[in-house]
């Protein structure tokens, strides 16, 4: 196993691991958005893609262990490299040396722990339904009902909301920071690439956004 546990050992290659696995997850989040969005095309169309996955569940386990074992290597590659940099700069400044740094990257370590906690309810909540008990009565593929349930709640919604902004300001940085990993820059085209990141991330943002909102405020029935 040593081609795993070699590139965790040096700075560059939890640089490139985490570049890579944060590349693969945010392409889980634009799948799961396209998902999520037929909440607007009505009750039948969302309930049945969540049947259409269930049908599917041997590729649907696949898709999921991929998605641990990327989750797992992004978060182990990132406290491994911020454990890195700070042995690397054993002496604390006086002065924090934080001025350039955007607020993005300087709470790239805060906000990955409030996404992996909004994950960890996120998951009790939607796939093993254990907040709502109200949600053992419904059928399996109910999807509709239990976001209904759900984001009429304006501290739920509102809840979502606040972790979905936070999840985009830390993607927002990672993207960015990923082409720089990655060495993908151009003279010419260093403004647009730098765009990339926060473009995308307000697009997910819009995406994720309106539908705790639009159920809160009606739109949705
Ligand atoms: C606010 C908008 C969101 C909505 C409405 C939503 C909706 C859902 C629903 C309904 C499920 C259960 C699907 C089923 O069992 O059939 C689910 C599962 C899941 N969601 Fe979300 N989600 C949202 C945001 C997110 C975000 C931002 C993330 C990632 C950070 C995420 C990650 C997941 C994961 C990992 C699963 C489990 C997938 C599986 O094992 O099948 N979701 N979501």
């Not at 969540?50 to 797992?72: F, Q, S």
């Amino acid at each position: 196993m040593s081609w795993v546990s070699r590139p965790l050992n040096s700075s560059i290659g939890c640089k490139v691991i985490m570049s890579v696995t944060g590349l693969l997850l945010v392409g889980f989040l634009l799948a799961h958005l396209s998902g999520n969005l037929l909440v607007f095309a009505g009750e039948e169309a969302i309930n049945l893609y969540a049947k259409t996955l269930r049908d599917y569940l041997p590729i649907l386990w696949l898709l999921r262990i991929g998605l641990i074992v990327m989750a797992v290597l992004h978060i182990f590659s990132g406290v491994k490299l911020t454990r890195m940099n700070s042995k690397a700069k054993p002496v604390k400044y006086k002065v924090k040396q934080s001025v350039k740094a955007s607020f993005a990257s300087r709470y790239m370590g805060l906000t990955g722990l409030v996404v992996l906690a909004f994950i960890a309810y996120h998951l009790a909540h939607l796939t093993f339904r254990f907040t709502h008990p109200a949600f053992q009565s419904l059928g399996d593929y109910d999807v509709y009902k239990m976001l209904m349930l759900s984001f009429s709640n304006p501290v739920l919604a509102i809840g979502y909301c606040i972790c979905v902004i936070l999840l985009m300001v830390h993607l927002s940085h990672g993207v960015s920071s990923l082409f720089q990993t990655l060495g993908i820059n151009h003279k010419k085209y260093n403004g647009l690439i730098r765009s990339i990141g926060p473009a995308l991330s307000t697009l997910l943002a819009i995406g994720y956004l309106s539908i705790p909102l639009s159920i809160l405020l009606g739109f949705i029935k």
